[in-house]
C-alpha cells in the first residue's frame, strides 16, 4: 500500500499560479502509474492530468491543457502539478492518486485509482 500526502494548495487570484505537490511512501514511487483529480462542490470527482507508470505518457484533461503540466522526482518521491493562469473554475480539492495497474486503460477514470490523498484545496478568486 502507498501512503500519499497532498500540498501546495491556497488562495490565489485569476491569473496567478500554483504549484502542487503529491509526497508518495510506502513502496517503490517509479512502480506506478499516477495522477491527478479535482472535485468542486457539488460535483464529481473529474480528472485532471495523469503519467503513465513508465512515466513516458502524460494525460491531460482538455480544460487544463497548455496551462497544466504534470511531472515527478522519482529521487524524492514526489509528484507535481505545475498550475499556470489559473481561473475561477479551477477552484477544488485537488488529489493526487495511484492507479491500480499498469494499463493505460482507464487512466482518466476515478475507478482505475485505489490509493488517494486527503486533498488540498485551490482557490481562485475573480
Known amino acids: 500500500q502507498v501512503q500519499l500526502i497532498e500540498s501546495g494548495g491556497g488562495l490565489v487570484q485569476a491569473g496567478d499560479s500554483l504549484r502542487l505537490a503529491c509526497a508518495a511512501s510506502?513502496?517503490?514511487?517509479?512502480?506506478?502509474?499516477m495522477g491527478w483529480f479535482r472535485q468542486a462542490p457539488g460535483k464529481e470527482r473529474e480528472f485532471v492530468a495523469a503519467?503513465?507508470?513508465?512515466?513516458?505518457?502524460?494525460y491531460y484533461a482538455d480544460s487544463v491543457k497548455g496551462r497544466f503540466t504534470i511531472s515527478r522526482d522519482n529521487a524524492k518521491n514526489t509528484m507535481y502539478l505545475q498550475m499556470n493562469s489559473l481561473k475561477p473554475e479551477d477552484t477544488a480539492v485537488y488529489y493526487c492518486?495511484?492507479?491500480?495497474?499498469?494499463?493505460?486503460?482507464?487512466?482518466?477514470?476515478?475507478?482505475?485509482?485505489?490509493?488517494w490523498g486527503q486533498g488540498t484545496q485551490v482557490t481562485v478568486s475573480s
Open positions: 492518486a495511484v492507479k491500480t495497474s499498469k494499463s493505460p486503460v482507464g487512466t482518466r477514470s476515478t475507478s482505475a485509482y485505489g490509493s
Open positions: 510506502g513502496r517503490t514511487f517509479s512502480d506506478y502509474a
Open positions: 503519467f503513465s507508470w513508465t512515466g513516458g505518457s502524460t
